[in-house]
């Protein structure tokens, strides 16, 4: 797929939408692997096997006037020629034809805050910084679950040597091991203990706040909720904190089936990056439930979680379609595509650029675009680059909230 279209003249039109082309929308969509690079044109009358076809489109900026004629889209495909991929009909005309539906103007609102939290950059640095230190030695860095719940930061990290495990068991004893962002249950602590593992603990410490509620709630006798989604790594690890005083409830529906010893020892706690308007549904039926029931000093669900949904929300309001950048397994990202939805607006996640289909933009003049706090900033700048690659694109940023909040490094990583 061509990133640009070099003449034999040395003129050379760039093509931004490759990776769109080649992605899910294209011909990953039809089982196709394909390479995206520069295409050298041959002065005419080399034989090759080789075809470029292209599909360009003239379109106008917006505000442009009639007669400040346009910008020129051009979309292209190199193939090996074979007369089945390329005859009227075939896979690569049918992929630059869905692309080329998808030419128009539009403009790109960007949701601000979005992108990586304090939280998620600390756990990041804690293990560059071990990679870093252990490096000369050889010595590998282990790390319990996904740092971060983002395909591409995890495959980063890997490829600069960091080592992905679920449990401990798959860690030899006394190794070096990072536990994630997520935070993890005494019981894993324990392990860690009895193995003599080098832990380094990269738990974000508003999840090590949620942790110590559970402790002190459930020390003071009461039955304490936890309002989140079952099977989350942060759930296991705050329910493993109390697990004979905690019950775990994810709808109103389970707030009403709900039965406790003692309905006036009631306390509340919330996973951190669930929607805000839910959790609020949740808690609204908790309180008509137990009257008595105390929840924590100040909210669970973190700061950057809040932000994103309150400039998500903004931006949805304002856009034809959203795009949220963000795994599958990002409780906080998926939060925003969802609400979105409720809101009655179109989106989508996806882990990269990549992922962008061509239905979802071909009407949209105006793209709203977040990201989930576990994806890194570079991801959107390549959706906002691919997009003008579709024709003339405005990047209007919609701030909401300015965040300064930063976190220091565990003490292991600094002291050394
Ligand atoms: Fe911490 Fe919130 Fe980021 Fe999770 S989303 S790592 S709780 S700041």
């Given amino acids: 797929m061509a990133t640009e279209i070099r003449h034999p003249g040395g003129a050379v039109v760039p093509c931004p939408a490759a990776p769109l082309l080649t992605g899910a929308g294209g011909l990953a969509g039809y089982g196709f692997r394909a390479r995206t690079g520069p295409v050298r044109l041959l002065p005419p009358g080399t034989p090759s096997d080789f075809q470029l076809m292209t ?24 193939v090996m020629a074979s007369p089945k991929l390329l005859r009227p009909g075939g896979l690569v005309r049918t992929v630059l034809g869905a ?23 600390r756990a990041i640095e804690v293990v560059e910084a071990l990679l870093e230190r252990h490096a000369g030695a050889g010595r590998p860095v282990f790390v319990r679950k996904q740092i971060v719940h983002n395909t591409h930061v995890v495959r980063d990290l890997e490829s600069r040597g960091a080592v992905f495990v679920e449990e401990l068991d798959e860690v030899p004893d006394g190794a070096v091991v990072v536990f994630s962002a997520h935070g993890v249950s005494p019981e894993v602590r324990e392990e860690a203990v ?11 410490p508003l999840v090590t706040k949620v942790h110590s509620e559970a402790r002190r709630f459930a020390a003071r006798g009461d039955t304490v ?12 690890g705050t329910l493993g904190e109390a697990p004979e005083a905690t019950v775990l409830v994810q709808s109103p529906d389970d707030v009403t089936a709900l039965r406790v010893p003692d309905p006036a020892r009631v306390s509340y ?46 931006v949805a309001a304002q856009s034809d379609v959203v795009l949220v950048v963000g795994s599958a397994n990002s409780s906080n990202s998926v939060r925003l595509v969802e609400l979105a939805q409720r809101g009655g607006t179109p989106a989508h996640l996806v882990d990269d650029v990549t992922g962008i289909r061509p239905e979802w933009v071909q009407d949209a003049g105006v793209v709203g675009l977040s990201a989930g706090a576990s994806a890194p900033q570079a991801l959107v700048d390549d959706v906002v680059a691919a997009l003008g690659g579709l024709g003339p694109v405005t990047v209007r940023e919609h701030t909401t909230v300015t965040e300064t909040v930063t976190f220091g490094l565990p003490a292991a990583v600094r002291s050394r």
């Fill in 269 to 314: 706690l919330t996973q951190t990056t669930l929607a805000l308007d839910e959790t609020a549904e949740i808690i609204t039926a908790l309180e008509k439930r137990f009257p008595g029931i105390r929840g924590p000093g100040s909210d669970d669900i973190c700061y950057a979680t809040t932000n994103r949904q309150h400039a998500l929300k903004a």
């Fill in 194 to 204: 009895r193995r003599g593992l080098e832990v380094v603990d990269a738990t974000c």
């Fill in 225 to 236: 909720v936890l309002v989140g989604h079952a099977g989350h790594e942060e759930v296991e």
């Fill in 55 to 78: 599909a360009s489109a003239n379109v106008r900026a917006p505000g442009d006037g009639a007669a400040a004629g346009g910008c020129a889209v051009v979309l292209a495909v190199g």
């Fill in 99 to 121: 692309w080329a539906g998808a030419v128009r103007p539009r403009t790109v609102l960007l949701a601000s805050p979005r992108s990586l939290c304090a939280g998620v950059e």
